[in-house]
Nanobody
Framework: QVQLVESGGGSVQPGGSLRLSCAASGSIFSINFMRWYRQAPGKQRDLVASITSGGSTNYADSVKGRFTISRDNAKNTVYIQMNSLKPEDTAVYYC???????????????WGQGTQVTVSS
């Protein structure tokens, strides 16, 4: 099995920055794409950013130009640098990975436990 552990959440004032990390561990043969999602209270979980194993990225329109997703394949870790944070960025941020625990196993979805990001003055 693959475990994902996020870190780096916290509270910050509007205009501030945070960097989240998500490390994958356990039985890992290969990781395809990795993503960050977020879920605000009473709202659905939304895709924030995505990165492939080759480094291609995509972003939600609401975070383009402010957030940057990156990845260290050697460490099986994905990051998201969040700048110019706004109160509407407040949410629980979840890491996601599409991975194979073994070479013959299927591609499966894995989620982290989530980390809280609060943007408030």
């Amino acid at each position: 099995q693959v475990q994902l552990v996020e870190s780096g959440g916290g509270s910050v004032q509007p205009g501030g920055s945070l960097r989240l990390s998500c490390a994958a561990s356990g039985s890992i043969f290969s990781i395809n794409f990795m993503r960050w999602y977020r879920q605000a209270p009473g709202k659905q979980r939304d895709l924030v950013a995505s990165i492939t194993s080759g480094g291609s990225t995509n972003y939600a329109d609401s975070v383009k130009g402010r957030f940057t997703i990156s990845r260290d394949n050697a460490k099986n870790t994905v990051y998201i640098q969040m700048n110019s944070l706004k109160p509407e960025d407040t949410a629980v941020y979840y890491c996601y990975a599409l991975a194979k625990p073994t070479d013959r196993g299927p591609w499966s979805s894995y989620w982290g436990q989530g980390t809280q990001v609060t943007v408030s003055s």
